[in-house]
Every structure is written in C-alpha cells, then in structure tokens.
C-alpha cells in the first residue's frame, strides 16, 4: 500500500512496544516468583525456587487446582454443546427471532460481571441453593456460552449452507446432516471455543468470588492474599496457573493443526 | 427448507436460551424485586417500598457512580487513541504480525486479571521493578505511582485494551481499500480520508469496541481496589459492600439496577444500530 | 499541429521482490485522445494505471504531466481521477454526496456542488431525482454513471479507467462503450482506458497500447496493429491468424519450414523484404484468404482438407488441415460462405498484398 517507510516501520514498532507493554506486568510476576526474600523488594537480591516447591506441595493450593480445574472443564464442556446449537441458531438458521436472540445473547458479556456474580449469589440464595463450585459452573456458564457461541458463529457465517442442502438431497435426515456435515466443518471452531472456554473460566474472578461459596477457586485465593495476609505463594501460585494456561493452549493449538487437513470439506468463502 | 429452518433454530437457540433466561434474566428479575424491598430484609416476601432508591439519591451514592462513569469514559477516550494506530495496521498493513499481536493480546486475557494488576502493582510500587531498579541505578527515588485515580485509569485501559481493539480491527478491516483509494485520488487528504470514509465506514467496530469497553469498566471493581487502593470507591465496590458487609440486599440491588438500566440502555442502543451480520460474517449484504 | 503530449513516461519501471511488473515503459499520451492499454492478465497493465494515478509508487523513471514532474506527487494532489474496476463508490453516501465529494473536498459551497451534481447527472443520463438514491438501490449500469459522473466532477486533466466494464453483461457493456465513446467526445479530457478485451478497445480507442509482461509491445491505431502486428504476439492477440515461419530465400523468394506454400508470384517474394537466410513470420488474416475454384490462381496456394466449419451469425469460420498437418483458420462473410462440406478436398489461396510480415528482432 502507499504508506511511506517510517509510517510503515513506526507502526510496527507501535505494536511491538504494545506486545512489551502488555507483558510487563507478568514479567514482574515471574521475576517475584524466583525471589528468595519472604517479601518483595526489586532488585531481587537472591533467586531461588523454593516457592514454587512449597506451592506444589501446600494442599489449599491442591485443593484451589482442584477446584478451578473442575469449574472449567464442566464449563468448557457444556459451552461447546451449547455453543454449537447457539451458533447456528445465530448465524445459520433464518428465523423468527433470530435477530432479538442476537441481541440477547450479547447482553450477558456487556454486563459488569462482579453485578452479575452478587445477583446470581441473590438467586441462588432465593432458590435456596447452597453456593459451591457447582453453582459456579452455572455463573461461568452464563458469561462464557455467549463467547463460545459467537466464536463458532464467526465460523458458521462463512459456511455453505448448500452443503446441508445438498446433503439433505441426498436424503439424509436432521440428525445425519449434523453430525456428518455441520459438525465436522464447525469443529475447529468448536475447538478453538473450547479452549477460550477453559482459559476464561479457569482465570475468571469476578463470578467465582460471589458463586463458588465455601470452596474457592486460583484467582480468588490469590486476590485474597493480594488485599490482605500476603503470602510469598502468590508469584509462584500465579505463575503456575499461567503455565497452566500456556500449556493449555499448545494442546489446543496442536489439536487445532491435527484437525486441518483431515478437513475435506473446506469451506467456500463466497464472494 | 425454510420451515424446516425456523424449526431447527428455535431449538438451536433453546439450550443457551434456556441457560441465559435461568441464570440471567431470572437473577436480574430478583434483583429488581429485591431492589423495591425495605431495608436490610433478606426475603422477597415483603411491601414494596423504594426506600432503597431514596437511599440512592440521598446518601451521596451518585458518587461512585460518577466516579465509575467518569473513569469509565476517560478509559474508552483513551483506549481508542491508541488502539486505533495499532488496529489499522492490524487491519490493513501488517500481514503475519497481526496474527502475533492477536495470539499475544489473546494469551495476556487467559492470565487471571488478578495476576495481570498485580503484577502492576509490584511493578509500580515503592521498592518495584521500576522504582527499586531505578533507585538502585541512579539514586532516584520516587513514591511509587499507585493510589492514586490516574493509576486506576491506566488499570482500566490495561485491563480491557483488548475489548477495544478487536472490535476496532473488524471495523477497519471493513473499510474497503478502494474507497480509500478512491477518496485520496479524487484529492482527500490523509486527514480528510480518516474523517470522511475510515470513521463512518468502521463505525459498527468503533461503536462496539466502544461500549465494550465503557461497560466493562464501569462495572470493574480490582482495578481500583488493587492498583488504586480505594483512593476512590467505585460502584461496583459499593454494590458488594452492600451485599456482603452491609448485609442491605435491597440497597444493593437499588444500586445494581441502576448501573444495569444505564449500561442497559447504552448497550441496547448501540448494539441495535449495528448489524451484527455484517461485522460478523464480513459480508456485505 | 504537433501538440505537446499531456503525459509523458520516460523508462519507468517497477519491481516487485525479485521480478519487474513494469520494464521501461516509455510512452507519450496526447491531450485529448482515448488510449486504451490491452493486454493479458498480468501484463502490468494495472500497476501501469496505479502508478499514473499515484495510488503505488514507481521504482525508476520520471512521469512528466505537460511540463511538471508528477512521479512524486501523492494521488490526491495529481489532477488525476481514476475509474476502479470496482467503482469504489462510497456505500454511506448517496449518489449526490459521491458525486460532490472531489468538490466538497476543495471546500466549494453547497450550492455550487449542487448545481454541478445535476449538470453531471444531466450529463450522464441519469435523472435528477437520482441525487438522493442510495447506492445500494442502483443497478450496475447506474452504478457505472456515477463513478463516471464523480470521476468528471473536478474536472481533472486525464480519467484513467480501470476494466471498469469487465463486471456487466453484454448488453449492458455495449450500450456503456458507446456512452463512454461519446462522452469523450463531448467532454473533450484524456482518456487513459485498460481492459483485456481487444474489442472493446477497437470500439473506443484512438489509439491502442498492446502489452505485454510489464512492456508495451506495439502502440498505433487499431487498424495499424491489426494489418501491420510488430510481433507474434501482437497478431495473435489482435484475433485468429495465420502464422507462418518462413525464410528468405538467395532467390528472393520465400521458403516456408511449416505449410509447403506453393509460392506463385514469381518476383512478388522481394514485396516481402525478406533477405536470403533471414527468418520471419508471415502473418494472413483468415479473412484475406479464400477457397479456390479450378482455374483460379493467387499468389500463395495451400492444399488441404476441411475439418470443420462454424457459422457465427454474419460471418462462417472454417478450419482446414493442410497436407502436413498444420491447421490453417479461414472466415467469410456468410453470403460468401463455402458450398463444400466438411471432409473435402480444398485449395487456400491468398495474395502479396493481403499479407504482413513480421521481421523479430
């Protein structure tokens, strides 16, 4: 394009400098989570990794991991379900409501989460269910099944529908058709919902402060200890639950690349 | 076909349908019941009264709220200044580095929001990363730059930096490059091309990167707990304060529907001039 | 009256990484005419355009407009305009607004805009009322006529047109071509036109640029390039022929390596300026050649056998095998046509005069 050199150049700079700017804060962690001092003063005189060992081996974080892990992978779960069916009623299906239910289904991620998280404690309260993790899966749930529906949705916008059509030609029943044609050209974008499911949910505090009751999740015991009683865990523990969520998305992104060139119905990006 | 269609998407709809009119709307609805409350009850059987919206109005809670907007809209002013350079060359100029910087921002929203300020604050503290090398170095020695509204301000426009800029990016992807050619060639100038075709032609991205961000950072609470150490009480701090250690549910609720009508109405007239299809699918219909 | 050209391009040229879209390209365009460029895709044409317009930039060379440099000069400060193949018509503003946008631009008032907008509807045929219209709700061929009418509403020195036509059916693109021919005649600017449909460039054009990867192989008029072709290619793009390569003989006769061609023009081979040894290409036109009937004579005879035949409406294609193997394309006009059938025996005959030979470098 016409954009002149030092523009162009600057403009790359301009994100590289962002990308930095972004991390930093995390950088900082990481370099607290090797400092030996009990408490923190940079320049770190001493590294040590002892507080990771202790990390590991502290059962209030075992049972945290515990916790966190559970919520997320029953979310993550039931959003790609509901995500799958959401989407194309989204993107696929033209009927009645179609464009109120898009409305409607943004509404849950412009809403101030720590509202929506003391409101469901209110509901459950009402229904007189006792808040646990469990009851964080469903506050979770109302936030990210949203996201993963319009992650799919951006996915089953570019899809042929003369595929099902022609599928359905060919005599194949609702059924057949989805799980031979829709599903397996949505699937990456199931997958990569998936994943956003997992490492929202699994780093989410607002919802979980409210709705998980006696239990508790990583990011709450850690912005406890933040606020007041500070414990020297909370760089390692933070730093753990990232690696956790790096782990997570190589799996993904590998699953995601295994998945490719399986695809023979490549989608047709009309027009 | 097209029966059939209506037909398969009701029922597509029906299970997140059915998850967000139990564990959405439902919550909201005992909210507004419980709003109408008299004080301090815990129970929805009881006269409606609107004690709690006096409470409001009188007790000065139109602080926070001023505050949480306030902030809210510096944030977005802010957000959109220097989301929009890096934006557009995502859009129009880079062409593997975009997919960096996406996976990058992406990854930095998996880390728990918790993690990411505190990180600020060990960065920014007295004895942080900045200041305790910094004083090491040359001497120089400053408070540290928390506590302070600048500083929750500067959390808000880190925290949702993302919200901004992928909707800004969709946007300007959307602005067909001919049309800027077109516009320069029939003699706009870099400026006059921005004002005359790049604004109004990514308004749907502007719009919802806009209110995505306003929302969320009204309604953020950590920003200015963590970085700013309630040098200012936000709504949303003054809404769990109500529930939890104010034991008031219907002074909380008071306070949430408030904050749910204006954010509701703003997100309900914004989202409603955009058409989704198109600043989803692409297509231009 | 030799006139200054309007636009001059002197050896410009422009490199992509590691291959040259355009290779010295010099070129002299004369104020008023109707150029067009044809060539293949990928023959540069387009970079060519944007270059001139200023939407890309040139690797070496100087453009000169009348007597300023322009090469540097950024698209919104050159009295160009660009048509773009895709009309680039801005869909947030109605057809008004796109027409007066050059001239609300130079801060002109809204009168006067105004006043231009309906003299340039007027002019391209559209009624006033259209000013209001969405773009959306207009139809191609009206789409045409305001990217035409905004493109006039500066009234820049030259209108470059990009394949603006290649989009529409054939009706419509006829009717178009007309419109555009006549509009240049009327306005009287420089028209600068690319397209890869040698017929639509043979129905507008003055002149015609023939190019080819990234360098212009022949420009002249239409009738010019289609008797007298510089180069295979040339002839070849200019529409069905017959090529011959062929060689001079010490005689100053001609020897044929393909087709056997009895050569009976006995001193008619020196008409041809080949010199002994030297190899060319004869180049016939299928119209020029003709079935002979016993008796009849002419100065190049081929034998051969018909192998098909295609009536196209106003005139019939025929397609002949000659003896060692070659295919020879032969058309008449349809009340010309051939009373044999397919499968005869046949005898092409053609002269000097209806002949060119290319001589390649």
């Known amino acids: 394009m016409k954009m002149p050199r030092a523009a162009r150049a600057a403009l790359y700079l301009y994100g590289i400098l962002t990308i930095l700017f972004l991390y930093l804060p995390i950088i900082s962690v990481g370099f607290a989570s090797v400092s030996k001092a009990r408490y923190l003063t940079f320049p770190i005189k001493r590294y040590d990794t002892k507080w990771y060992g202790k990390a590991i081996e502290s059962s209030t974080v075992q049972d945290l991991l515990w916790t966190s892990l559970s919520v997320a992978l029953l979310v993550t779960v039931i959003s790609m379900v509901v995500g799958f069916f959401g989407a194309l009623a989204f993107a696929r299906y033209q009927w009645r409501f179609r464009r109120t239910f898009q409305k409607l289904i943004l509404l849950p991620i412009f809403f101030p989460q720590a509202v929506l998280g003391l409101a469901l404690l209110m509901w459950f309260n009402a229904l007189g269910v006792i808040p646990s993790w469990k009851t964080a899966v469903v506050a979770h749930l109302v936030w990210i099944s949203p996201i993963t529906t319009l992650i799919i949705a951006i996915r089953a916008y570019s899809f042929d529908p003369a595929l099902e059509e022609a599928a359905r030609d060919m005599g194949a029943s609702t059924w057949t058709v989805m799980k031979e044609v829709t599903g397996p050209l949505l699937l990456p974008g199931v997958v990569s919902a998936g994943l956003f499911a997992f490492l929202l949910s699994w780093g989410n505090f607002p919802l979980s402060l409210f709705t998980t009751g006696a239990d508790s999740t990583l990011p709450e015991w850690l912005y406890a200890k933040m606020v007041s009683g500070y414990s020297p865990l909370v760089p390692s523990v933070g730093i753990l639950s990232i690696a956790t969520s790096i782990v997570l998305l190589l799996c993904g992104v590998i699953t995601m690349w295994l998945l490719r060139p399986r695809n023979k119905f490549s989608s047709a990006h009309t027009g | 076909m097209e029966r059939q269609d209506r037909r398969i998407g009701f029922l597509s709809a029906a299970p997140i349908g059915l998850i967000l009119l139990v564990s959405f709307l439902a919550p909201l609805l005992v909210i507004g019941i419980f709003s109408v409350m008299p004080q301090k009850v815990f129970s929805l059987l009881n006269i409606p009264d609107f004690s709690s919206y006096k409470l409001v109005f009188t007790k000065g809670y139109s602080k926070s709220l001023l505050w949480s907007f306030g902030m809210a809209m510096t944030s977005t002013g802010i957000l959109f200044v220097i989301c929009w350079p890096l934006a557009f060359g995502m859009a129009k100029v880079f062409k593997s580095f975009s997919l960096v910087i996406t996976i990058a921002v992406v990854v930095t929203l998996f880390v728990s929001e918790n993690i990411r300020l505190f990180g600020w604050v060990l960065t920014l503290m007295k004895g942080g990363l900045i200041e305790g090398h910094l004083r090491t170095w040359t001497g120089f020695t400053f408070e540290g730059a928390l506590y302070n509204v600048p500083v929750i301000v500067f959390g808000l426009v880190y925290a949702y930096f993302p919200f901004m800029l992928f909707p800004l990016v969709q946007g300007i992807a959307m602005v067909p490059d001919d049309a800027r050619q077109a516009a320069s060639d029939l003699g706009a100038s870099r400026w006059q091309v921005f004002r005359e075709i790049d604004l109004p032609l990514s308004a749907p991205g502007i719009v919802i990167g806009g209110l995505l961000s306003f929302v969320l950072a009204a309604g953020a609470m950590a920003e200015s707990k963590l970085l700013g150490g309630q040098t200012v009480i936000v709504i949303a701090d003054e809404i769990e304060t109500a529930f939890t250690y104010g034991q008031n549910w219907p002074l909380g609720s008071a306070l949430s529907i408030i904050l749910i009508l204006i954010i509701g109405s703003l997100s309900v007239f914004g989202v409603s001039r955009v058409n989704l299809d198109l600043i989803m699918g692409g297509k231009r219909s | ?361």
């Open chain 3, 1 to 361: 009256m030799s006139a200054e050209p309007i636009l001059r391009l002197e050896n410009v040229s422009k490199r992509f990484a590691d291959f040259f879209a355009l290779s010295e390209i010099n070129l002299e365009i004369q104020e008023g005419e109707f150029l067009t460029i044809v060539g293949p895709s990928g023959s540069g044409k387009t970079t060519l355009i944007r270059i001139l317009v200023g939407i890309e930039e040139l690797t070496e060379g100087k453009i000169w407009l009348r007597n300023t440099r322009i090469e540097q000069l950024p698209a919104n400060l050159r009295p160009t305009c660009m048509v773009f193949q895709s009309l680039a018509l801005f869909p947030h503003r109605s057809v008004g607004e796109n027409i007066e946008f050059p001239l609300k631009l130079r801060k002109q008032d809204p009168k006067r805009r105004r006043a231009r907008a309906n003299e340039l509807l007027d002019l391209l045929h559209l009624p006033q009322s259209f000013y209001e219209k969405r773009i959306q709700e207009c139809s191609g061929g009206e789409r045409q006529r305001v990217a035409l009418a905004r493109a006039l509403a500066f009234d820049p020195e030259i209108i470059f047109f990009d394949e603006p036509l290649s989009a529409l059916d054939f009706r419509l693109r006829k009717d178009l071509e007309k419109e555009l021919k006549d509009l240049h005649q009327r306005t009287g600017k420089t028209f600068v036109y690319i397209t890869h449909s040698l017929e639509e460039a043979m129905i507008m054009s003055d002149r015609i640029a023939i190019m080819r990867r990234g360098r212009f192989e022949q420009i002249a008029v239409a009738d010019e390039i289609y008797a007298r072709p510089v180069s295979r290619f040339v002839a070849e793009f200019m529409g069905e022929v017959n090529l011959f390569d062929v060689e001079g003989t010490a005689t100053g006769g001609l020897k044929g390596d393909g087709v056997e061609i009895y050569i009976n023009a006995g001193d008619s081979g020196h008409l041809l300026n080949l010199s002994a040894g030297m190899r060319g290409v004869l180049v016939v036109r299928p119209e020029t050649v003709r079935f002979m009937y016993p008796g009849e004579t002419a100065d190049f005879i081929v034998k051969g056998v018909l192998r098909a035949e295609y009536a196209l409406g106003s005139r019939t294609q025929y397609k002949v095998e000659a003896q060692n193997g070659d295919e020879l394309a032969v058309e008449k006009l349809r009340e010309d046509r051939f009373l044999g059938q397919v499968g005869d025996q046949v005898m092409l005959g053609w002269n000097v005069e209806h002949t060119h030979m290319i001589t390649e470098g």
